[in-house]
């Protein structure tokens, strides 16, 4: 394990403070838990870049839309409805 230290202005300090007490968890560690649960979101958000296969079905479904081929809610319902009726 590291320690980092990390400076807050006060007001932010405050509300750090007030979050983790509420929860009822030691601020170090309500600090980390915050940290460490941006960096996993953000890596999600930017995922892996898309495939050239991907971007291309993309393109295709735009351009479907573009085009009036789209298909309603209930339309697509009950395909699935259709296609996984046992």
Do not use: C, W, Y
Request: net charge negative; proline share 5%.
């Amino acid at each position: 394990m590291e320690t980092i230290a990390v400076p807050f202005q006060s007001d932010a300090a405050d509300r750090l403070k007030r979050a983790a007490a509420e929860i009822g968890m030691p601020l170090e560690a309500f600090i980390a838990s915050a940290a460490e649960q941006f960096v996993t979101d953000n890596e999600a958000r930017l995922g892996d870049p898309l495939s050239p296969e991907q971007v291309a079905a993309i393109e295709q479904g735009l351009a479907d839309v573009a085009a009036g081929q789209t298909s309603s809610h209930a339309e697509v319902f009950e395909e699935l409805k259709d296609r996984f009726a046992r």
